[in-house]
């Protein structure tokens, strides 16, 4: 089992931790655009986050601030939220996705969200992989959805209704 992990509010300082993951080609291939040049980039980004649709958390330890990684959620219309998250690298094989996931769909379920989706880009195993874990559906696949910093790619949605989500709390 997984230690326990809490979500706190991301906040523009956690890009000094995240910065070396985010600025990492290889983790950020799947991401929708290039890996962050400078911490002042990202810090700037993380900042931002009241500005913006979505809203974003730390994923961190108990008896630790420092960030492993983060969830975020991205308001669609009412009762329809996209998820996104990402860990870092030398967090990542422990667990911790998806229980900072299982955490977020906690929350977004209780706060009354009746859908939540993933968009995945296809050659992203281990993400879809967690998605199906954790009960998502493939939906669909959008073809040529997204011009990247890897060219054009497709995109995998993945949905889950609240009525599909038994809480995984304790177990």
């Known amino acids: 089992m997984t230690e326990e992990l809490i979500l706190r509010p991301r906040q523009a300082s ?61 308001q669609k219309r009412e009762g329809l939220v996209e998820i996104g998250y990402l860990l870092a690298r030398e967090a990542q094989g422990r667990g911790y996705a998806r229980a900072a996931v299982t955490l977020l769909i906690d929350q977004l379920f209780a706060q009354g969200q009746r859908r939540i989706f993933a968009d995945i880009d296809p050659d992203n195993r281990p993400s879809i992989a967690l998605m199906e874990k954790l009960g998502f559906s493939l939906e669909g696949r959008l073809r040529a959805e997204w011009q990247t910093h890897i060219g054009l790619r497709d995109s995998l949605i993945y949905g889950l209704l609240v009525e599909e989500w038994p809480s995984r709390k304790g177990g």
Not at 23 to 43: G, H
Not at 47 to 72: T, Y
Request: no cysteine.
């Open 14 to 74: 956690d890009a000094d931790a995240l910065f070396p993951t985010m600025s990492d080609p290889e983790t950020m291939r799947w991401w929708s655009r290039a890996p962050y040049e400078n911490v002042e980039d990202l810090r700037e980004t993380f900042a931002s986050d009241a500005q913006s649709n979505w809203q974003s958390w730390a994923i961190v330890k108990p008896e630790d601030d420092r960030p492993l990684g983060f969830v975020s959620a991205g």
